[in-house]
């Protein structure tokens, strides 16, 4: 069965830098888009990134974009998402996501992980 | 402020049919497909619906989808009291590049 499990989160001082990971299992990783995304505490979705099956294309939001770098390591099948300059506002939990596609652009989180969460703070 | 507007609450009666609005604009609902997604307390959202009006295997026919122009709407029939939960819908945004979401429903079962 499909599994996504999100590693890396914690507490992190502002400005600093944090690797998240979401390993997958269950599906042929490299035919698959992939998305991370946030939830802050006691807030709604937030979409970050995402990744096409190939990694060739990348796409963020602009709340992270020129800070947060999506990437994926079919050989591993890792999904990553490395969050430089880190600031309170990106306290959240967050969600690694497949898409159904290999694009990114149709179908958002047929399956998801649990959530890691990364708290900045100082 | 989220791109795409939905009401912060619904509510309705075990057996009642309940819609939930999300409207957006030209560059998203308008034009890409809408996804629907119901988060329980403490857990990972779970697609509802996809591409609009399409159910995911496992997820129950109560569920339904439907688009039209700008928005997209989720119906509930024969509420449960397990509905209770957060739906929130999703698109594509062309302008944006990017995905964009509701704020989110928050939907209790009287």
């Known amino acids: 069965q499909v599994q996504l499990v999100e590693s890396g989160g914690g507490v992190v001082q502002p400005g600093r830098s944090l690797r998240l990971s979401c390993a997958a299992s269950?599906?042929?990783?490299?035919?698959?888009?992939m998305h991370w995304v946030r939830q802050a505490p006691g807030k709604g979705l937030e979409w970050v990134a995402v990744?096409?099956?190939?990694?060739?294309?990348?796409y963020y939001a602009d709340s992270v974009k020129g800070r947060f770098t999506i990437s994926r390591d079919s050989s591993k099948n890792t999904l990553y998402v490395q969050m430089n300059s880190l600031r309170t506002e990106d306290t959240a939990v967050y969600y690694c996501?497949?898409?159904?596609?290999?694009?990114?652009?149709?179908?958002?989180?047929?399956?998801w992980g649990q959530g890691t969460l990364v708290t900045v703070s100082s | 402020q989220s791109v795409l507007t939905q009401p912060p609450s619904a509510s309705g009666t075990p057996g009642q049919r309940v819609p939930i609005s999300c409207s957006g604009n030209?560059?998203?609902?308008?034009?890409?497909?809408v996804c629907w997604y119901q988060q329980l307390p403490g857990t990972a959202p779970k697609l509802l619906i996809y591409?609009?009006?399409q159910r995911p295997s496992g997820v129950p026919d109560r569920f339904s989808g439907s688009k039209s122009g700008t928005s997209a709407s989720l119906a509930i029939s024969g509420l449960r009291s397990e509905d209770e939960a957060d739906y929130y819908c999703?698109?594509?945004?062309?302008?944006?590049?990017?995905?964009?979401f509701g704020g989110g429903t928050k939907l209790t079962v009287l």
């Open positions: 591409r609009n009006n």
């Open positions: 030209s560059s998203n609902i308008g034009t890409n497909y």
């Open positions: 269950g599906f042929t990783f490299s035919s698959y888009a």
């Open positions: 990744i096409s099956y190939d990694g060739s294309s990348k």
């Open positions: 996501a497949r898409d159904t596609g290999r694009s990114g652009f149709y179908d958002l989180g047929d399956f």
């Open positions: 999703a698109a594509w945004d062309d302008s944006l590049s990017g995905w964009v």
